[in-house]
């Protein structure tokens, strides 16, 4: 009975373990393939041969490197090479790509897109600004086709100034904008009128058959046209509508706080009276209404927080509120809307100030005619490649890959110390748990009961050698002591087949060994579900968007951490890891 027990005892521990293992084989396996990456990550962060190799902003750094070599060691490069590697590198860094295009504006479809204007200057100075003036719409719209538009905008500038054209328009302008106070303007036109005719000053267009050039989207005149909006009357009329619609949100916000009873939209955040200094420098800076600005910081220390004296006191009728009783608003509002406040305080201050911008802008375009033409011809020269100094573009090239290099150096650094901060506790979780792995799981070690088992065999093997030596000998029988060494030689190798059978079985463990298998498998487990997390929310997006490669092109990386040279980036132990959390902590 008791054998029959035993026996149960065995295979059940034998099943035990083969369902320990069997759980436990593909958690482990998936950990130390998850850490396996983590190692491969952090070296793909710092080694300069996969970085280059695999890396987006690097592969784009080291295509732009060899164009720099290629300029400076040869004596031309074709446009079309520079093209194409130009292309090449904005693949991968879009901003570098420009940034280099800037640098070597030589390109094919540019070199000779001016060359009627060499020759018009050619045949005398004034010929060729005659000749701009009859063209300068064709030579407009080539120069606005450059990719460059730093280039494009400096060469429309030039253009504009030469051709004289802005200032026929310029002068139109001012004309049209000198007769807004005639009492024919004032009759026949409300505010909006004039309005649209400051767009169509900055943007073009037609109104009835009169067509417009706009001085901002034509002649790309940004000097002037931020003067004209930085200018506060002019402001103050262009942004009329806006005004209207502040001063109706702000009626609103106070009649809704006396509604509701609760003073909502009056204080707490986007409420009048918590808002008011800024609704008070709306007029005062965006709108350009230094007046109404003015009324309301007067208006605050004696109105103070009520909502009924701002906005007035509202009755709901069928036909909509009705207002009952006057606020500081309601007054505003009317005030602006007045065709004879608009006149006297909007469209005359804005037609006097407008004028007097397109007056000084005409006299400089005048003025700075003649240098126009000597700097328009440097820029044809250089958008050409005539005149353009090789060795100071080498110069520049050079210095601006240093600092890219520098730059994108510290990018990594900072991934580095990023990734680290935020593996540490899960690589001294690791290191913690293949400690206690190696002490839990010894007694199952299959190599460990391979090495006890052979060493068991060769006891007994031994002992058996000695026993039939012994048994051949004539004098063995009549010694009483040889007939005992008989005796336990026999009992050991009993005892050594018994051991390995023991072993074999799983006798040798015990509950507590079964206890501390179990909690190692939830200590996996834990371990594989945190690497998951992290692996997911943190690598994978940062290789999607800076690798050229996935996260399994880094699982299949033939990375032999020994063999990384000396002095690049190695992998750090578990110490390291545990004195970088602890500085983090002290920190």
Not at 163 to 176: K, W
Not at 516 to 521: D, P, Q, R, S, T
Not at 559 to 576: F, H, M, Y
Request: with cysteine; aromatic share 10%.
């Amino acid at each position: 009975m008791n054998e029959q027990k035993n026996q149960a005892q065995r295979v059940s521990n034998l099943d035990r373990v083969i369902d320990i293992l069997n759980r436990f084989k593909p958690i482990i396996e998936d950990v130390g393939r998850l850490i396996g990456l983590l190692e491969k990550y952090n070296i793909l962060l710092s080694e300069p041969r996969f970085l280059f190799k695999y890396r987006k902003d690097w592969i784009a750094l080291l295509i732009a490197s060899r164009l720099y070599e290629g300029y400076k060691t040869q004596n031309q490069l074709s446009p079309e090479y520079i093209e194409s590697t130009i292309k090449s590198i904005k693949k991968f860094d879009p901003e570098l790509a420009e940034n280099v295009r800037k640098l070597l504006p030589i390109i094919k479809k540019e070199t000779n897109i001016f060359s009627d204007l060499f020759i018009a200057y050619n045949q005398g100075r004034d010929y060729f600004i005659a000749y701009i003036s009859t063209h300068v719409r064709e030579l407009i719209a080539r120069a606005k086709s450059i990719e460059n538009k730093s280039i494009s905008r400096r060469l429309v500038e030039l253009l504009v100034s030469i051709s004289g054209h802005e200032v026929d328009f310029l002068i139109r302008y001012r004309d049209d904008c000198m007769n807004w106070s005639n009492v024919r303007y004032a009759v026949n036109y409300d505010v909006n009128f004039f309005i649209r005719r400051l767009n169509l000053y900055l943007k073009g267009g037609f109104e009835g058959n009169m067509q417009f050039m706009g001085l901002y989207k034509d002649f790309e005149d940004r000097e002037l046209s931020e003067r004209m909006l930085a200018n506060n009357a002019i402001k103050n009329l262009w942004r009329y509508n806006e005004q209207v619609n502040y001063l109706r949100l702000a009626i609103e916000k106070c009649r809704g706080a006396e509604k509701s009873g609760e003073w909502k939209g009056f204080y707490g955040k986007g409420g009048f009276w918590q808002e008011f200094d800024q609704f008070v420098r709306e007029f005062a800076i965006k709108y350009g209404n230094s007046e109404f600005a003015d009324i309301l910081r007067s208006k605050k220390k004696i109105i103070g927080e009520s909502p009924s004296g701002w906005g007035g006191e509202w009755k709901e009728t069928q036909n909509g509120p009705l207002l009952v009783k006057d606020g500081v608003l309601p007054q505003l509002l009317r005030r602006l809307q007045n065709p004879q406040y608009q006149r006297t305080s909007l469209i005359i201050p804005s037609s006097s100030e407008l004028s007097e911008l397109l007056r000084k802008r005409e006299e400089e375009l005048i003025r700075t005619r003649d240098m126009a033409v000597d700097n328009l011809i440097e820029s044809l020269h250089k958008l050409s490649g005539i005149g353009l100094s090789k060795d100071k573009v080498v110069k520049n090239f050079r210095r601006f890959l240093e600092k890219r290099k520098w730059r994108l150096s510290n990018i990594v650094k900072n991934e580095e110390k990023e990734f680290i901060a935020k593996a540490s506790a899960l690589f001294l979780a690791y290191d913690s748990f293949s400690k206690q792995q190696k002490i839990v799981m010894a007694k199952v070690d299959l190599d460990f009961m391979a090495n006890k088992m052979k060493h068991l065999a060769s006891i007994a093997q031994s002992h058996s050698r000695y026993t039939a030596i012994k048994l051949r000998t004539d004098d063995l029988l009549r010694s009483m002591k040889g007939f005992v060494d008989v005796n336990a030689s026999t009992g050991i190798i009993e005892e050594a087949s018994s051991e390995i059978i023991r072993l074999m079985k799983y006798d040798h463990l015990n509950e507590d060994d079964f206890n501390a298998m179990e909690k190692l498998i939830l200590q996996a487990a834990s371990i594989l579900r945190s690497l998951k997390n992290f692996i997911n929310g943190h690598i994978r997006n940062e290789v999607e968007r800076k690798y050229i490669i996935t996260i399994d092109d880094i699982e299949k990386l033939p990375v032999e951490i020994n063999q990384i040279k000396q002095g690049t980036a190695q992998l750090r132990n578990p110490s390291e890891y545990a004195a970088f959390d602890d500085n983090q902590k002290a920190a």
